[in-house]
């Protein structure tokens, strides 16, 4: 086999199948396409890689030459490509003297200029400014006709709305009928509007025109680019006077972007925002620095709108403004428009077409997610106008109709409707190995473990996973749990990364069997199609309760049918009128007695006496599929619309009130279940009471039309049962609550297959119905079955099943029994509910994932263990052909995760050593081949405690409490506690860690702080001291405060690279957290003034230290601060992990390699970015010094009279910070960072000791300054 098919087939599985197919398949219809083929490996094509043209080969003329589709595939593919490894950089600006301009007078006389002259233009222009000024941003160069009409047909509407012409309504013929606007349009405060109407002068910025060629276009850096523009616009609004709120930037492709960087670069210097930017079809970005935020984005202005036409080609689907509309939903294109171009022109076109007096509310729009929406409303719903009249309130995404053909507005329905559902046209695997039915196993556990990047990933599994229709669940019942599992996600995955399953399946109602139950338990078969009727027949129906079950597997096994059994026989039970039973449970890991409901339940008991009577309606979806592939292709959203429009039918005729009506849905039906909810408030403007999931599916089938899926706000009430989150559901969160019985897994106790894990959700809900057992699942907030069980169900309590309280929000743990009776009835002791609960927001990262995985195979080099070479600069990063950007080599490469030692990082650059470990990290989270499984032990960590009097103490970990009794003055002030990540096996670790401990050594041992002074390296040769705004902090320090400083050295216990990344960072958490219980019981110390700080991996660490401690004590640590948390190479899917917001009342993080050891990603209330988010910092040789930068900059902060050596500004990057020259929101980083600061700050920091540079180049007003601990022992 081809060794470069073998590598692409590994990689591009994961990668969005980001390739342009051949001839042939770019022709391929919608139906005989990808969609028919259900084997994975028949997904995605090794060979598509080398057919993509060269960045260079492709031209707008060429573009203009394709087929809408064809057109949208290409880009789209290099698109992706080109983010894998960010192998396109920003390099191109124009320079300003190059960019021409003009200023277009109320006559139509152009005045030409360039940019660096454009203020002094406007200044000789008579009355500039003094009304409106329109400055427009082209993005593509008028070398088509297509380009050059759009921008003449808007500067002709702002001369019409500029030189006082009236124009009158317009008359539109609309399917051979005359059409004008409707009374409801006609208001007469619109039209007397016109009376007064707009003067003002527009100017061109013809960036477009210096974007002559694709490569230009993909290379441009849109912020050096927009803040060069942004300096024109400053420069215009001093010399001529103009005022920020009447300019407004109008951009369109890539210059949306442009005008983005350009609003902030003006808010920088000015302090002020733009009034409005306004964006036609906002491209994607090819290029962008890692290092920094880019694009468009809402706040670059008072008001940001967006009018979307070519999502999927020339432009982005990516939300970006405050208002972001789709006319014709968001597609490939729009109608009348032949190729990409024309179609992202058309934004321009719309925009101009408002622009013409009497044509402002030519476009209504409508608060939807895809224009069936819109359709199926007709047009109803929240309106907002698109274009030059769009409410500056607004937000949100908003969907219209428009013509083929100018006038484009349209206030009826389209007589065409050019909707053109594109897919990959995805080539098969030729070399696909034969395989019986269900004969793919899974080698997965063979690889856990292995530290070689190398086996972490198997091409064979690709080829021997089934085809769909091979997929049964009499096949997935004989598999293990966890074999099922295994299989399921793995062909997810696939069918997601490569968008090779469409949603095409639609049963109708007709065809759909039902029955109903009434309160007598009386049985009623019939269609879904005869629901309504069936409802007005039955007196009783709709005079209480209304249940309605969707189901959604078909009853061909036992544990399916015995499942929807157990729930029909409970609701009859519930309905049929007899007294409330209570059920007697028995613990099967407590006590063999039967236990029955807690005394803290009699009252519910009591309330029983008016029991609840209905009426249960039975939709068996699920029986309608008769094969995976119609599971798997099932459109939920039209589904549940038809079944949402039969929902309000049925509620007319028998009129049922929308408040007695409960939805619930199994499985795939949870998001039809959902989908008729949201069909159900589009046609009577009212929301369902509630839907209840059970056991959500994952949805195979993609739709690039609209959002899909139950979730929130699909009723008044949503909740969701998880009991295969694994397997066959999902485990991202669908409702206002989420239960995850047992945590979230494959499977629950007692389920010895997927499907029968997945029936559990039905199961469990049955017995909650029950008369009784109302209370039998009772669930706390924990993010896992280990921290339910550590806290012996302390926490916030709620009720899984029929009682769940509709103001509940967040994830809920319980643990169940294998055997029925499930439910528990009460947790192992009586708690009170927690003042604080942190939910649990479940990630899946399925797409980083994708990303990482790409990344990991970017670039080839060769070496002996830990030499590795990364030679991404030898894969052409300006390359301009797809097939340069990946290279098959890089893999091999890598060294085993025992192999690399600090020692050898140290020994790499800053650059060298990021690459490999970005590789590495990338891989273990692609192939989840790394488990997290060393806890070291309390007893076995060193740790050392220094008193206020400087006085060492060691000790083990687990000797702290009793340390801390004996020590008299422990905890009558600050109480500090380092956690240290790294071990203590070179200089670079060592001088860091002692830097620390000797700063607060100085703080704590009463001696006067000392000012320092800090050489500004790049500003000046003299030495500067403290600013005079920060005379009064230093002069307040004479209560300077006391404290302990606990050292745990969890660093020095990790003796090889396998032992830092396979740390089970909650359980040593957790395990630390529970000594500081400990601590804070016996030496009666407040959690008030206790600091907790964790270097590297030790960040996450103290995260998990901190929630333990909420968790057992119901309260929250004051502060922790994480020093440059690293990456987690290893993945628990049954809990998050890591350092994030809410772990302490206060939460602040250092990075000063993030892309290096550490991550960019935001983990605190308040993250620094010193000299912004980078591989290293200022002075660092290698990525080990980087690291531990962090803990220097802290400890340097730490020193009396240092507090406030590091003012950091809010900012993107560093060439912002630099460019505003300090200006903006100020915050110290270190130990007087303020409590109140939220966001990301960017500091300058010098390459020496020491590295504070006191104060931004200006004065600024700055953070009230919080000091935590100004304390003195009379506080207690």
Same mark, same amino acid.
């Given at each position: 086999?081809?060794?470069?098919?073998?590598?692409?087939?590994?990689?591009?599985?994961?990668?969005?199948?980001?390739?342009?197919?051949?001839?042939?398949?770019?022709?391929?219809?919608?139906?005989?396409?990808?969609?028919?083929?259900?084997?994975?490996?028949?997904?995605?094509?090794?060979?598509?890689?080398?057919?993509?043209?060269?960045?260079?080969?492709?031209?707008?003329?060429?573009?203009?030459?394709?087929?809408?589709?064809?057109?949208?595939?290409?880009?789209?593919?290099?698109?992706?490509?080109?983010?894998?490894?960010?192998?396109?950089?920003?390099?191109?600006?124009?320079?300003?003297?190059?960019?021409?301009?003009?200023?277009?007078?109320?006559?139509?006389?152009?005045?030409?200029?360039?940019?660096?002259?454009?203020?002094?233009?406007?200044?000789?222009?008579?009355?500039?400014?003094?009304?409106?000024?329109?400055?427009?941003?082209?993005?593509?160069?008028?070398?088509?006709?297509?380009?050059?009409?759009?921008?003449?047909?808007?500067?002709?509407?702002?001369?019409?709305?500029?030189?006082?012409?009236?124009?009158?309504?317009?008359?539109?013929?609309?399917?051979?009928?005359?059409?004008?606007?409707?009374?409801?349009?006609?208001d007469s405060s619109e039209w007397k509007k016109q009376e007064q109407r707009a003067s003002g002068n527009l100017v061109i910025i013809d960036l477009g025109s210096k974007l002559n060629s694709l490569k230009r276009f993909v290379l441009l850096d849109v912020e050096e680019t927009g803040a060069m523009i942004g300096s024109a616009i400053v420069e215009l609004t001093e010399k001529c006077d103009v005022v920020d709120d009447t300019i407004h930037v109008v951009a369109q492709g890539i210059a949306a972007h442009v005008a983005g960087a350009a609003g902030n670069k003006y808010t920088r210097q000015t302090g002020r925002q733009l009034r409005r930017i306004t964006a036609l079809d906002p491209s994607k970005l090819f290029s962008k620095n890692p290092h920094s935020l880019t694009g468009l984005s809402r706040g670059d202005a008072e008001f940001v709108d967006a009018i979307h036409t070519n999502v999927y080609g020339m432009g982005t689907l990516?939300?970006?403004?405050?208002?972001?509309?789709?006319?014709?939903?968001?597609?490939?294109?729009?109608?009348?428009?032949?190729?990409?171009?024309?179609?992202?022109?058309?934004?321009?076109?719309?925009?101009?077409?408002?622009?013409?007096?009497?044509?402002?509310?030519?476009?209504?729009?409508?608060?939807?997610?895809?224009?069936?929406?819109?359709?199926?409303?007709?047009?109803?719903?929240?309106?907002?106008?698109?274009?030059?009249?769009?409410?500056?309130?607004?937000?949100?995404?908003?969907?219209?109709? &428009?013509?083929?053909?100018?006038?484009?507005?349209?206030?009826?329905?389209?007589?065409?409707?050019?909707?053109?559902?594109?897919?990959?046209?995805?080539?098969?695997?030729?070399?696909?190995?034969?395989?019986?039915?269900?004969?793919?196993?899974?080698?997965?556990?063979?690889?856990?473990?292995?530290?070689?990047?190398?086996?972490?990933?198997?091409?064979?599994?690709?080829?021997?996973?089934?085809?769909?229709?091979?997929?049964?669940?009499?096949?997935?019942?004989?598999?293990?749990?966890?074999?099922?599992?295994?299989?399921?996600?793995?062909?997810?995955?696939?069918?997601?990364?490569?968008?090779?399953?469409?949603?095409?399946?639609?049963?109708?109602?007709?065809?759909?069997?039902?029955?109903?139950?009434?309160? +007598?338990?009386?049985?009623?078969?019939?269609?879904?199609?005869?629901?309504?009727?069936?409802?007005?027949?039955?007196?009783?129906?709709?005079?209480?309760?209304?249940?309605?079950?969707?189901?959604?597997?078909?009853?061909?096994?036992?544990? &399916?049918?015995?499942?929807?059994?157990?729930?029909?026989?409970?609701?009859?039970?519930?309905?049929?009128?007899?007294?409330?039973?209570?059920?007697?449970?028995?613990?099967?890991?407590?006590?063999?007695?039967?236990?029955?409901?807690?005394?803290?339940?009699?009252?519910?008991?009591?309330?029983?006496?008016?029991?609840?009577?209905?009426?249960?309606?039975?939709?068996?979806?699920?029986?309608?599929?008769?094969?995976?592939?119609?599971?798997?292709?099932?459109? &939920?959203?039209?589904?549940?619309?038809?079944?949402?429009?039969?929902?309000?039918?049925?509620?007319?005729?028998?009129?049922?009130?929308?408040?007695?009506?409960?939805?619930?849905?199994?499985?795939?039906?949870?998001?039809?279940?959902?989908?008729?909810?949201?069909?159900?408030?589009?046609?009577?403007?009212?929301?369902?009471?509630?839907?209840?999931?059970?056991?959500?599916?994952?949805?195979?089938?993609?739709?690039?039309?609209?959002?899909?899926?139950?979730?929130?706000?699909?009723?008044?009430?949503?909740?969701?049962i998880h009991t295969s989150a694994y397997g066959m559901g999902t485990p991202t969160r669908c409702g206002d609550v989420d239960f995850y019985p047992n945590g979230p897994s494959e499977g629950v106790p007692g389920a010895d297959s997927v499907v029968e894990a997945s029936m559990r959700a039905v199961r469990y809900f049955a017995e909650s119905v029950v008369p009784g057992n109302e209370r039998n699942f009772p669930a706390v907030g924990a993010t896992s079955l280990k921290q339910y069980k550590e806290q012996n169900g302390n926490g916030k309590r709620v009720y899984m099943g029929i009682n769940t309280e509709f103001d509940v929000e967040g994830d809920f743990i319980l643990q169940v029994n294998s055997k029925s009776p499930f439910g528990r009835s009460t947790p192992a002791q009586k708690q009170q509910n927690h003042r604080l609960h942190k939910p649990w927001k479940i990630t899946v990262c399925l797409f980083i994932g994708i990303f990482?995985?790409?990344?990991?195979?970017?670039?080839?080099?060769?070496?002996?263990?830990?030499?590795?070479?990364?030679?991404?600069?030898?894969?052409?990063?300006?390359?301009?052909?797809?097939?340069?950007?990946?290279?098959?080599?890089?893999?091999?490469?890598?060294?085993?995760?025992?192999?690399?030692?600090?020692?050898?990082?140290?020994?790499?650059?800053?650059?060298?050593?990021?690459?490999?470990?970005?590789?590495?990290?990338?891989?273990?989270?692609?192939?989840?081949?790394?488990?997290?499984?060393?806890?070291?032990?309390?007893?076995?960590?060193?740790?050392?405690?220094?008193?206020?009097?400087?006085?060492?103490?060691?000790?083990?970990?687990?000797?702290?409490?009793?340390?801390?009794?004996?020590?008299?003055?422990?905890?009558?002030?600050?109480?500090?506690?380092?956690?240290?990540?790294?071990?203590?096996?070179?200089?670079?670790?060592?001088?860091?860690?002692?830097?620390?401990?000797?700063?607060?050594?100085?703080?704590?041992?009463?001696?006067?702080?000392?000012?320092?002074?800090?050489?500004?390296?790049?500003?000046?040769?003299?030495?500067?001291?403290?600013?005079?705004?920060?005379?009064?902090?230093?002069?307040?320090?004479?209560?300077?405060?006391?404290?302990?400083?606990?050292?745990?050295?969890?660093?020095?216990?990790?003796?090889?690279?396998?032992?830092?990344?396979?740390?089970?960072?909650?359980?040593?958490?957790?395990?630390?957290? +529970?000594?500081?219980?400990?601590?804070?019981?016996?030496?009666? &110390?407040?959690?008030?003034?206790?600091?907790?700080?964790?270097?590297?991996?030790?960040?996450?660490?103290?995260?998990?230290?901190?929630?333990?401690?909420?968790?057992?004590?119901?309260?929250?640590?004051?502060?922790?601060?994480?020093?440059?948390?690293?990456?987690?190479?290893?993945?628990?899917?049954?809990?998050?992990?890591?350092?994030?917001?809410?772990?302490?009342?206060?939460?602040?993080?250092?990075?000063?390699?993030?892309?290096?050891?550490?991550?960019?990603?935001?983990?605190?209330?308040?993250?620094?970015?010193?000299?912004?988010?980078?591989?290293?910092?200022?002075?660092?040789?290698?990525?080990?010094?980087?690291?531990?930068?962090?803990?220097?900059?802290?400890?340097?902060?730490?020193?009396?009279?240092?507090?406030?050596?590091?003012?950091?500004?809010?900012?993107?990057?560093?060439?912002?910070?630099?460019?505003?020259?300090?200006?903006?929101?100020?915050?110290?980083?270190?130990?007087?960072?303020?409590?109140?600061?939220?966001?990301?700050?960017?500091?300058?920091?010098?390459?020496?000791?020491?590295?504070?540079?006191?104060?931004?180049?200006?004065?600024?007003?700055?953070?009230?300054?919080?000091?935590?601990?100004?304390?003195?022992?009379?506080?207690?």
């Amino acid at each position: 086999m081809n060794p470069l098919r073998n590598f692409c087939v590994a990689v591009l599985l994961m990668t969005a199948v980001l390739a342009v197919p051949s001839q042939q398949h770019v022709t391929m219809k919608v139906s005989g396409g990808v969609s028919g083929k259900l084997k994975p490996s028949q997904w995605l094509s090794s060979l598509e890689l080398e057919q993509i043209p060269s960045v260079e080969d492709i031209s707008l003329h060429s573009l203009e030459t394709m087929a809408v589709e064809k057109g949208a595939k290409l880009l789209e593919k290099i698109f992706h490509l080109s983010q894998i490894n960010h192998d396109l950089k920003p390099s191109f600006v124009p320079s300003p003297s190059s960019v021409s301009c003009y200023i277009v007078k109320p006559n139509g006389q152009k005045v030409s200029t360039t940019l660096d002259k454009l203020a002094s233009v406007c200044k000789q222009q008579p009355n500039f400014g003094d009304e409106e000024v329109t400055i427009f941003i082209t993005g593509l160069p008028a070398t088509t006709e297509t380009i050059k009409k759009a921008n003449r047909k808007l500067v002709e509407a702002y001369l019409e709305r500029y030189n006082m012409k009236r124009q009158q309504p317009q008359r539109y013929e609309m399917s051979g009928e005359k059409y004008e606007r409707t009374s409801s349009e006609e208001d007469s405060s619109e039209w007397k509007k016109q009376e007064q109407r707009a003067s003002g002068n527009l100017v061109i910025i013809d960036l477009g025109s210096k974007l002559n060629s694709l490569k230009r276009f993909v290379l441009l850096d849109v912020e050096e680019t927009g803040a060069m523009i942004g300096s024109a616009i400053v420069e215009l609004t001093e010399k001529c006077d103009v005022v920020d709120d009447t300019i407004h930037v109008v951009a369109q492709g890539i210059a949306a972007h442009v005008a983005g960087a350009a609003g902030n670069k003006y808010t920088r210097q000015t302090g002020r925002q733009l009034r409005r930017i306004t964006a036609l079809d906002p491209s994607k970005l090819f290029s962008k620095n890692p290092h920094s935020l880019t694009g468009l984005s809402r706040g670059d202005a008072e008001f940001v709108d967006a009018i979307h036409t070519n999502v999927y080609g020339m432009g982005t689907l990516q939300r970006v403004g405050d208002v972001d509309f789709y006319p014709n939903g968001p597609s490939h294109a729009v109608p009348g428009a032949q190729n990409i171009v024309e179609a992202s022109m058309r934004a321009t076109r719309y925009f101009a077409e408002s622009v013409r007096p009497g044509n402002e509310r030519n476009f209504p729009a409508v608060a939807a997610n895809s224009l069936k929406d819109y359709k199926n409303n007709d047009g109803f719903g929240k309106r907002a106008y698109m274009g030059i009249d769009t409410d500056y309130d607004l937000e949100g995404d908003y969907i219209l109709q &428009v013509n083929a053909n100018s006038p484009f507005e349209t206030m009826n329905p389209l007589r065409t409707i050019c909707l053109l559902m594109g897919i990959f046209a995805l080539a098969s695997a030729n070399t696909s190995s034969s395989r019986g039915p269900m004969s793919w196993r899974s080698n997965r556990n063979s690889i856990k473990n292995s530290l070689k990047p190398t086996e972490w990933l198997s091409v064979s599994e690709l080829e021997s996973l089934p085809s769909m229709n091979e997929v049964t669940l009499k096949k997935l019942d004989e598999m293990s749990v966890q074999e099922g599992a295994s299989l399921l996600s793995k062909m997810y995955h696939l069918s997601q990364a490569g968008q090779a399953i469409e949603t095409s399946y639609v049963p109708k109602p007709s065809e759909i069997p039902a029955f109903l139950i009434t309160p +007598d338990n009386k049985k009623v078969s019939f269609k879904l199609s005869q629901l309504p009727k069936i409802a007005q027949e039955e007196k009783e129906f709709g005079n209480q309760e209304v249940t309605i079950l969707i189901t959604g597997l078909p009853e061909k096994s036992e544990h &399916v049918k015995k499942a929807v059994r157990k729930l029909v026989q409970a609701y009859m039970q519930r309905y049929n009128g007899e007294a409330p039973q209570r059920s007697g449970v028995k613990y099967e890991d407590d006590s063999s007695e039967k236990r029955g409901p807690s005394s803290s339940e009699e009252d519910e008991w009591n309330s029983k006496s008016n029991k609840p009577s209905g009426s249960l309606v039975v939709i068996e979806l699920g029986n309608v599929f008769d094969t995976m592939k119609k599971y798997a292709t099932l459109d &939920v959203e039209k589904t549940g619309a038809e079944i949402g429009d039969i929902l309000v039918k049925c509620i007319e005729e028998a009129d049922v009130p929308q408040e007695i009506i409960h939805v619930i849905g199994t499985n795939i039906a949870a998001h039809v279940a959902g989908a008729v909810g949201r069909q159900y408030t589009r046609q009577t403007g009212h929301q369902l009471r509630r839907i209840t999931g059970l056991d959500p599916s994952k949805l195979y089938a993609q739709t690039d039309k609209a959002l899909r899926g139950l979730a929130r706000g699909d009723a008044e009430f949503v909740d969701a049962i998880h009991t295969s989150a694994y397997g066959m559901g999902t485990p991202t969160r669908c409702g206002d609550v989420d239960f995850y019985p047992n945590g979230p897994s494959e499977g629950v106790p007692g389920a010895d297959s997927v499907v029968e894990a997945s029936m559990r959700a039905v199961r469990y809900f049955a017995e909650s119905v029950v008369p009784g057992n109302e209370r039998n699942f009772p669930a706390v907030g924990a993010t896992s079955l280990k921290q339910y069980k550590e806290q012996n169900g302390n926490g916030k309590r709620v009720y899984m099943g029929i009682n769940t309280e509709f103001d509940v929000e967040g994830d809920f743990i319980l643990q169940v029994n294998s055997k029925s009776p499930f439910g528990r009835s009460t947790p192992a002791q009586k708690q009170q509910n927690h003042r604080l609960h942190k939910p649990w927001k479940i990630t899946v990262c399925l797409f980083i994932g994708i990303f990482a995985f790409s990344s990991a195979n970017t670039s080839s080099g060769s070496g002996g263990p830990a030499r590795w070479q990364g030679n991404s600069n030898s894969v052409k990063k300006s390359s301009t052909r797809p097939a340069d950007w990946l290279t098959a080599l890089e893999l091999e490469s890598l060294p085993s995760t025992t192999e690399v030692t600090l020692e050898k990082i140290e020994s790499m650059s800053v650059q060298e050593g990021a690459d490999m470990l970005n590789k590495m990290f990338y891989l273990s989270m692609a192939s989840q081949a790394l488990e997290s499984n060393y806890v070291p032990k309390t007893s076995e960590i060193p740790a050392y405690l220094v008193t206020p009097d400087n006085k060492k103490i060691k000790f083990k970990l687990s000797e702290l409490p009793k340390i801390a009794q004996d020590e008299k003055a422990f905890g009558n002030q600050e109480v500090t506690i380092f956690i240290t990540g790294l071990p203590e096996t070179t200089e670079t670790v060592k001088k860091a860690i002692r830097n620390l401990v000797q700063a607060y050594m100085q703080r704590y041992n009463g001696e006067a702080p000392k000012r320092s002074s800090v050489k500004y390296e790049d500003d000046s040769s003299e030495k500067k001291g403290s600013s005079s705004s920060e005379e009064d902090e230093v002069n307040s320090n004479s209560n300077k405060p006391s404290g302990t400083l606990v050292v745990i050295e969890l660093g020095n216990i990790f003796e090889n690279m396998k032992q830092y990344v396979s740390l089970d960072v909650e359980k040593t958490g957790a395990e630390i957290g +529970d000594v500081l219980v400990q601590l804070t019981d016996k030496a009666d &110390v407040p959690q008030e003034i206790i600091h907790v700080i964790g270097a590297n991996v030790a960040a996450h660490v103290a995260g998990a230290v901190g929630r333990q401690y909420t968790r057992v004590t119901g309260h929250q640590l004051r502060r922790i601060t994480g020093l440059d948390p690293t990456n987690l190479y290893t993945r628990s899917e049954n809990a998050l992990k890591g350092l994030a917001r809410g772990d302490a009342e206060f939460v602040d993080v250092i990075h000063t390699s993030a892309y290096g050891m550490g991550t960019a990603t935001r983990c605190g209330d308040v993250d620094f970015y010193p000299n912004g988010p980078s591989e290293g910092v200022p002075g660092a040789k290698n990525l080990i010094e980087a690291s531990t930068r962090s803990i220097r900059y802290f400890a340097e902060s730490v020193v009396p009279g240092n507090e406030r050596n590091f003012p950091a500004v809010g900012a993107t990057s560093l060439k912002q910070y630099k460019e505003q020259n300090g200006n903006g929101k100020r915050v110290y980083m270190g130990i007087y960072t303020d409590f109140d600061a939220e966001g990301d700050f960017i500091l300058q920091v010098n390459s020496k000791s020491p590295f504070g540079r006191s104060t931004p180049a200006q004065k600024q007003h700055n953070h009230r300054v919080h000091k935590p601990w100004k304390m003195s022992s009379k506080d207690y």
